[in-house]
């Protein structure tokens, strides 16, 4: 257990070095900031507008990271040579690949977690349809620049990787600055219980997908893997449609059953419409929400290390 921990820690803190993780991150702060500016263009739909943008943006940059640090992590250290040199001591071939899962998930979740308070910053700038509220606008992107700032302090007096220390000052500043707006800011029209429930559905979907990508990661290099963790992502948009039907053929229907169980419905963890109409989420539902990801990530997790166990990983290093 305690290699797993070190590999999954060694993991997160890899991604977290990835220039493209900082680089995303701050792009998807940054336009999700900006989104309570295109509210003048619509009428009583502000909050709609921000909500669906927001989410829409961490989870597609959230799935875009997991892939990339999927592949940076794993698929990279089989062609250089790394997994083998690390294999070659007392670690077992399961709980690399386990930790590996864990790290990686750790630090979509993390990406994701910060686009969800992002979208709550965002919410308190848009609540009045005819001010656009300056004052938490250039506060938010201040914070973002004091990220940069403490990265480069640190990358200059310690030497220490700018895009990992710039994150983890954003992962400090970005959910301070949200909290200090829902306790100063008027509250919004929308509910903001059900608006926390919808995003935290939204880092649901990213553990399910960041599973996915380690998966594909221990078979494929960075492009197979982004493509086919795209196809994923969108037959999962159509699943209820493709393999939720009745058929004459029982091998038919036994097939679209096959499928619908395999590839996750991301359906159910989009409820941005049921928040801009102010629909109550029931506990209950992120419960059973759980309660499918966790069996999910198992059943991906098992899959991987099974593939992983007869990879031949001395050829990947040639």
């Known amino acids: 257990m305690f290699n797993l921990f070190k590999i999954a820690v060694n993991a997160f803190r890899e991604s977290l070095r990835e220039p493209v993780y900082f680089l995303m991150l701050l792009s998807a702060l940054v336009l999700i900031g900006h989104y309570p500016s295109a509210a003048i263009f619509v009428f009583s739909e ?24 999927a592949s940076y992590t794993i698929a990279r250290e089989m062609r250089n040579g790394t997994v083998l040199l690390l294999l070659s001591k007392p670690v077992q071939r399961w709980s690399f690949i386990a930790g590996k899962i864990a790290g990686i998930v750790t630090a979509a979740s993390l990406f994701a977690a910060l686009c969800n308070c992002a979208c709550i910053v965002a919410v308190y700038i848009a609540t009045d349809q005819f001010r656009f509220d300056m ?10 620049a004091a990220a940069c700032v403490i990265g480069m302090v640190a990358n200059f007096w310690r030497g220490a990787s700018f895009p990992e220390i710039a994150s983890l000052a954003a992962a400090v500043l970005v ?24 995003l935290l559905l939204i880092n649901f979907a990213v553990l399910a997908m960041s599973t996915v ?17 795209t196809l994923m992502f969108f037959l999962g948009l ?42 109550h989420i ?7 929400a759980a309660f499918y990801v966790l069996f999910y990530i198992v059943i991906a997790a098992m899959w991987a290390v099974a593939i992983f166990q007869n990879r031949e990983v001395a050829g990947s290093s040639r």
């Open 282 to 288: 029931p506990a209950g539902y992120i419960v059973d």
């Open 213 to 229: 990508a380690v998966v594909a990661a221990t078979r494929f290099d960075v492009v197979p893997n982004l493509c086919f963790c």
């Open 175 to 198: 959910p301070a600055f949200a909290v200090v707006c829902i306790a100063t800011q008027p509250h919004p029209a929308l509910g903001m219980r059900d608006l926390v429930k919808a």
């Open 238 to 279: 159509v699943s209820s449609y493709l393999f939720q039907r009745e058929t004459d053929s029982a091998a038919l229907n036994a097939v679209f059953g096959f499928f619908y169980a395999v590839i996750p419905n991301w359906q159910f963890f989009w409820l941005a419409d049921a928040v801009a109409v102010n629909r």
């Open 135 to 144: 004052t938490l606008y250039f506060s938010f992107l201040g914070s973002l």
């Open 46 to 69: 502000q909050m709609k507008l921000v909500v669906d943008s927001s989410m829409a943006t961490g989870l597609i940059f959230s799935l875009v990271v997991a892939v990339l640090c």
